[in-house]
């Protein structure tokens, strides 16, 4: 089978994945000239469920609870199993203990703890919740290593390609253009970020620090990297971060370690995520489109569950197959 995915973000490359080893022709295009710039690059990378159920949907961590082995799989060493620390300054313990209530695969923790965990925050906080399960990659890292493994499974990439058909008839295109795909009932909800250079902390995992009104990650990378992130503008705007984010953003970061104050602010960045309504992703079919949508603020989490479905969809349901050789007849 041929298949033409639209769209080279976490959700186009997860399903040439899922397609390509159940050995589909899979080409993959994209309106940009390399895999960067996009929603997924501006990712914190992290496979939180449990954390997400916060303010989520009991699907999120149905779908999400077996991400971090879906991607440990298709690029192994890539992700880091370390879990999840969250923790409040103490005038917002109530917001701990608000989180708790609403989530569930943590264990309470007390400062001794904390600062075995973490060396770095000791002192810092008298309590926290260590939600140990959970793991956290690279977003970057591993859309290139995804791609890398495509090519070497002999998926083609075209980029820059627009609206155009690429060479040669596909039995079956994949919508995973996100906001660009235009769904009645998507909106975009802009998501905004920093990176900071710093020798002074250390982290082994994200740190989710809660604020009643503005709760931040603050993930590790390497070479001294921190991604800091949250926010959730309800816009589809795509332009510059505005100082308001940066500053709450960078304040929130110092109230988790001084240190980051003097900080190298290495980057800026925006990404526009598509949600429906009830901010769960959805796999359409129209004929021989099939559509993966609404990854909301999830994509690196649920995008392995979307594509099982989406690949199963088109390779697997005897249905979906009649439909998909009745239009090309």
């Not at 959730?232 to 505005?242: L, V």
Request: charged share 25%; net charge neutral.
């Amino acid at each position: 089978m041929k298949v033409l995915i639209r769209g080279a973000g976490v959700a186009g490359l997860t399903l040439a994945l899922e397609l390509a080893t159940r050995g589909a022709d899979v080409t993959v295009v994209d309106t940009r000239r390399q895999i960067a710039g996009n929603a997924s690059w501006q990712a914190g990378g992290m496979l939180a469920p449990w954390c997400e159920r916060e303010s989520a949907e009991e699907a999120v961590l149905s779908l999400g609870s077996k991400a971090a082995d879906w991607w440990s799989a298709a690029l192994p060493g890539q992700v880091m199993r370390n879990g999840t620390l969250v923790v409040a300054p103490a005038r917002d313990a109530r917001e701990l203990d608000r989180f708790g209530c609403r989530t569930s695969g943590f264990r309470p923790i007390d400062a001794e703890a904390i600062a075995t965990l973490e060396p770095d925050l000791e002192g810092r906080f008298g309590r926290a919740l260590f939600f140990a399960e959970e793991a956290h990659l690279d977003p970057r890292k591993a859309l290139l290593g995804l791609q890398e493994k495509l090519v070497g499974m002999g998926v083609r990439f075209e980029f820059g390609y627009g609206t155009v058909q690429a060479p040669g008839r596909a039995e079956v295109e994949a919508d995973c253009t996100g906001m660009a795909g235009a769904r009645p009932g998507l909106r975009g909800v802009r998501g905004e970020m920093l990176i900071l250079r710093t020798r002074d902390v250390s982290l082994a995992r994200p740190v989710r620090l809660l604020h009643p009104r503005i709760p931040v990650y603050v993930v590790p990378r390497a070479d001294n990297l921190f991604m800091v992130g949250a926010t959730m503008i309800e816009s589809a705007d795509a332009g510059p971060i505005t100082a308001r984010s940066v500053m709450e953003l960078l304040n929130a970061a110092y109230a988790l370690h001084p240190a980051f104050g003097e900080a190298e602010l290495v980057e800026t960045g925006v990404g526009v995520r598509p949600a429906f309504a009830d901010n769960l992703p959805r796999v359409e079919r129209d004929g021989n489109t099939i559509r993966i949508n609404g990854l909301y603020r999830h994509g690196f989490l649920l995008a392995p569950a979307m594509a099982r479905q989406a690949a199963d969809m088109i390779l697997d349901n005897p249905t979906a197959r009649e439909l998909i050789h009745e239009a090309h007849r």
